[in-house]
């Protein structure tokens, strides 16, 4: 084989290399329930709105660091401050690296644990909820859990807590953890839950004015004061 025989070779399988691996990334993203049309990612994440000594740090979320040293990340802050945002970038930097992303929100959570019960399915969605390497759980304290389900939510934490390989949870709220107590029913379990969650998490609390509402157009109109117009004229 000559060296050009070689070469053409070489090209060809580094072409069907790629498109694998572009066949996979695209496959973990349609299965992580990010957003697809509109992607959240760090590229269009407007850090310049972001103060303070640490925001290296947040622009570092895109290394996976995080997911590489098996620690959990937590968003905190109020409405708008782009927490969602980030944890969804995160989820997707995952996806486009090889690694498996979920994205869930809390409301939703509880319902399919709810579900899973009545139908007696609760180890089947305990098993699809510890697969992925990165699982986001969106706007944590939204919604009540009774003791059932904060039971297999422990159960759930637990399992990904012991977890082998790459992997962590990324999770949203509007509340201090300290204050997460409060949707959930049973303390021992909650408390276990929380334990693993954060002995080894890094929790930023993003605090200032919500990013939405900047292409907010406000149109000041007045009525008249005057006899109404003549509804002939009115048109």
């Not at 399915?121 to 944590?140: F, G, H, K, M, T």
């Not at 949870?169 to 959930?184: G, H, Y």
């Amino acid at each position: 084989m000559t060296d050009v025989e070689v070469l053409a070779v070489a090209k060809v399988f580094d072409y069907l290399l790629e498109k694998r691996e572009r066949s996979t990334v695209e496959f973990l993203l349609r299965t992580s329930r990010l957003p697809m049309k509109v992607p959240k990612t760090f590229d269009n994440f407007d850090f310049n709105r972001i103060t303070g000594k640490n925001v290296d740090r947040l622009r570092s979320l895109s290394t996976l660091s995080a997911l590489y040293a098996h620690k959990n990340l937590a968003f905190i802050g109020r409405p708008g401050t782009g927490k969602t945002h980030l944890a969804q970038a995160f989820g997707r930097t995952c996806c486009e690296h090889g690694f498996k992303s979920y994205f869930i929100k809390m409301t939703e959570l509880r319902d399919r644990m709810t579900s899973a019960r009545r139908t007696g399915r609760e180890s089947n969605l305990l098993a699809y909820l510890v697969r992925p390497s990165c699982l986001i759980i969106d706007e944590v304290g939204h919604c009540e859990f009774d003791k059932e389900n904060t039971r297999l939510f422990f159960d759930m934490v637990d399992r990904r807590y012991q977890k082998e390989g790459l992997s962590n949870m990324v999770f949203t709220s509007n509340r201090d953890p300290a204050q997460w107590k409060e949707n959930f029913c049973e303390n021992d379990a909650l408390l276990c839950a929380l334990d693993r969650i954060f002995d080894d998490a890094v929790v930023f609390t993003i605090k200032g004015e919500s990013f939405r509402g900047r292409k907010l157009e406000t149109v000041a109109l007045r009525t008249s004061t005057g006899s109404p117009a003549d509804p002939q004229q009115a048109g």
